[in-house]
């Protein structure tokens, strides 16, 4: 059987082993492909494993050899679903491998607004405590998270570790979800003293919003001009779910208007992103390259769950199917 991985670096830029997946049959091992390379590269392929290549109809439909598609990620819009299976090629994906990662990062993110620990940092190692006339200084505004309200929008596993910690720093917690009697809840997370609220609620009560859906028709753009209207003022954004959640334009006039404190996003609607993005031009936002995810801890359990998963079809037994 012929594996081919098409995008393995940002799985594994050389600190995991791919070691097991070599034993399931003849794998190649691309560190990036552009779209341009996909079909010589996954020529005579039955399996193929993307992080962020696309696999297109086209390009579905072009592998007749093509049996199964392995997405290294949660995240599968990479890859034509409905081509897939009008192909009889399935396609997988890896669910919760970050929750731990993730909910960690945002409260880093979170934490870094609050207090501006890098900023001071920098600013202690260019001279200015030296220089100083008192025995400390501070920059920025410092901000106590004890009885700020954060509004959670999406509960699913990173949404609920998130409201975890967030509780344990003395946080009222609200939460919006489209369903949340679907949901299976952590028995970890003390709903009791989660309320469920409804989104215009939310926007109007939450010191801090935190985004964790995915990025839908229905979601896309969700955080704009009129959505932060309704908002505080001097409300912190945070985003680690997708960036099309948010329309950058409207965010960035917000930050400069002061309506919104702080914006910190680890993803932007493109990726990489144009120079000219706004909220990479504005001293009122953190910014990082998507990066929330990518824990060596997190990444060893999504190559677990690969292993498993093309284990489990080659077995006959399919699972995290997604089309």
């Known amino acids: 059987m012929k594996i081919v991985v098409l995008d393995g670096c940002a799985l594994n830029p050389g600190d995991l082993s791919w070691e097991e997946i070599k034993g399931l049959g003849e794998v190649e091992i691309y560190e990036r492909t552009q779209e341009s390379e996909i079909l010589e590269r996954a020529k005579g392929a039955e399996v193929l494993l993307t992080n962020k290549t696309p696999l297109r109809r086209e390009t579905i439909e072009a592998l007749p050899e093509l049996e199964y598609i392995g997405v290294l990620a949660t995240g599968y819009n990479v890859v034509d679903t409905k081509a897939a299976a009008e192909n009889e090629v399935v396609v997988t994906n890896v669910p919760t491998y970050g929750t731990n990662a993730v909910a960690q990062f945002v409260m880093a993110l979170l934490l870094e607004a609050c207090h501006h620990v890098g900023e001071h940092n920098r600013a202690v190692k260019s001279g200015a405590w030296t220089k100083a006339d008192d025995f400390c200084f501070w920059n920025y505004p410092l901000i106590e998270l004890q009885d700020k309200s954060l509004g959670i929008i999406g509960f699913g596993s990173i949404g609920q570790r998130t409201a975890e910690l967030a509780l344990a720093f003395g946080m ?23 309320e469920f609220v409804d989104l215009m609620d939310l926007y109007r009560r939450s010191d801090v919003i935190s985004l964790h859906c995915p990025q839908t028709a229905e979601t896309e753009g969700m955080i704009n001009r009129q959505s932060i209207a309704q908002m505080q003022e001097g409300v912190i954004i945070i985003n680690t779910a997708r960036g099309g959640l948010i329309v950058e334009a409207d965010l960035a006039a917000a930050l400069e208007a002061g309506k919104v404190k702080t914006a910190a996003v680890d993803v932007l609607s493109a990726e990489p992103p144009a120079s000219s993005n706004p909220l990479l031009n504005s001293d009122k936002t953190i910014v990082t390259p998507h990066i929330a995810w990518a824990s060596r801890e997190a990444r060893q359990r999504l190559m677990d769950t690969v292993l498993k998963n093309l284990k489990g079809y080659l077995e006959g037994t399919v699972i995290n199917q997604v089309n």
């Open 172 to 194: 009222e917690v609200i939460v919006y979800d489209r369903s949340p009697e679907k949901k299976k809840l952590d028995p970890a997370v003390n709903t009791e003293k989660i």
